[in-house]
């Protein structure tokens, strides 16, 4: 079956940087355009980025242009987001999704930004 598997959250300091990554099996990862989406705490669920299926073209958030970054590695069918000058207001767990409403989405993974 289909399964997205966030990593790489955890606790950072204002201005630090994070990478996540979203590992995808059991689909043809190269046909899918891909989703990161994160919900903060208390609120409901933000779309964050997304991307084609080759990687050549991405969108923003506005809360996030200039400070996040996804890419994508189809021959590993990986996605990552890179994340600079993280302020608190990044905190949420973030899922990566494979639909637009981010409906079919990983666990996801926590990100916590505090000084």
């Known amino acids: 079956q289909v399964q997205l598997v966030e990593s790489g959250g955890g606790l950072v300091q204002p201005g630090d940087s994070l990478m996540l990554s979203c590992e995808a099996s059991g689909l043809i990862f190269s046909a899918y355009v891909m989703y990161w989406f994160r919900q903060p705490p208390g609120k409901a669920i933000e779309w964050v980025a997304t991307?084609?299926?080759?990687?050549?073209?991405?969108w923003y958030a506005d809360f996030v242009r200039d400070r996040f970054t996804v890419s994508r590695d189809n021959r590993k069918n990986t996605m990552t987001l890179q994340m600079n000058h993280l302020t608190n207001e990044d905190t949420g767990i973030y899922y990566c999704a494979k639909d637009q409403a981010g409906a079919a989405r990983g666990p996801g993974t926590q990100v916590t930004v505090s000084s």
């Open positions: 991307i084609t299926t080759t990687g050549q073209n991405a």
